[in-house]
C-alpha cells in the first residue's frame, strides 16, 4: 500500500478522495461516490474532508 497523500493529478476539487482510493486499492469514482452518500447522512463529514485537505501532504 501507498502511503495517504493527496496526488497531483486524477484530481477532482483537492485531491483527497483520490488520495483515500489510492491508499486503500479503490477507484477514485467509488470513493467520491461513497463521499456524496454519506453527505446525506448527518454528521461531520464535509468538515472531515476540509480537514483532510489540509493535512493530507500532496505527491512530490
Known sequence: ?????R???NR????VCAG???RF???PWTVRI?????????GPQFL???ALWLVL????
Not at 500500500?1 to 497523500?5: I, V
Not at 461513497?34 to 448527518?42: K, N, Q, R
Not at 501532504?57 to 512530490?60: A, F, I, W, Y
Open 1 to 5: 500500500m501507498s502511503s495517504l497523500a
Open 7 to 9: 496526488p497531483r493529478h
Open 12 to 15: 477532482v476539487i483537492a485531491g
Open 20 to 22: 483515500l482510493a489510492k
Open 25 to 27: 486499492g479503490l477507484s
Open 34 to 42: 461513497l463521499f456524496l452518500l454519506s453527505c446525506l447522512l448527518p
Open 48 to 50: 472531515i474532508y476540509l
Open 57 to 60: 501532504p500532496q505527491e512530490p
